[in-house]
Each structure stands twice: as C-alpha cells, then as structure tokens.
Nanobody
C-alpha cells in the first residue's frame, strides 16, 4: 500500500503564500503522477495541479501563474507553492499519487487525508 502525508496548510491573508508538501511512502514500485486536488464546502473536488513522471505539469486555469507544483529529485515528495492567494482558494487540499506497488501490475490512485487552506479577505 501507499501512504501520503501532507503538511503546510493553514490560515493566511489574501495575497499571501503557503507551501504544501506531500510525501508518499510504502511499497512503491513506480509513480506515474502526483498532484493536488481541492474541495471547497458545497463544491466538487477539482484538480489544482499535477506533475507526471516526465516532469510535465498541468494546472487549473484558476491557479495558473500563482501556483507552482514541483517534485523533489529522486524522492516521492511533491510540493505546491501557492502565491497571491485569494479567498476563493479556501478549501481542503488533497494530495494524490498514481502509483504501482510491488506485486501489482496496475497503477492506481492513492489519496492523502487532506489539509485545510483558509484565505481570509
């Protein structure tokens, strides 16, 4: 199995910055992609940013130019640098990874517990 541990959420004023971290551990053979989703109250979970094994990244339109996703070299850790935060960024942020574990022939998604990000106006 795969465990994801997130950190870095909190309360920040509009215009401020936060950095989220997510470390994956367990019987990981290979990771295809890692990234972040978020879910605000009363809304569906939405993709924020993702980075695939080759280094390509993808962002939601609402965060382009403000958020940056990166992955530590040689490590199963992904970061989300969030700048110029807005109140509408307030949500629970969930880390995920698409990984293959030892003994399995398939990739599947794994999820973290979520970390709260609150942006005050």
């Amino acid at each position: 199995q795969v465990q994801l541990v997130e950190s870095g959420g909190g309360l920040v004023q509009a215009g401020g910055s936060l950095r989220l971290s997510c470390a994956a551990s367990g019987s990981i053979l290979s990771i295809n992609a890692m990234g972040w989703y978020r879910q605000a109250p009363g809304k569906q979970r939405e993709l924020v940013a993702t980075i695939i094994s080759g280094g390509s990244t993808r962002y939601a339109d609402s965060v382009k130019g403000r958020f940056t996703i990166s992955r530590a070299n040689g490590k199963n850790t992904v970061y989300l640098q969030m700048n110029s935060l807005k109140p509408e960024d307030t949500a629970v942020y969930y880390c995920y990874c698409n990984a293959q574990t030892y003994g399995s022939s398939r990739y599947r998604d794994y999820w973290g517990q979520g970390t709260q990000v609150t942006v005050s106006s």
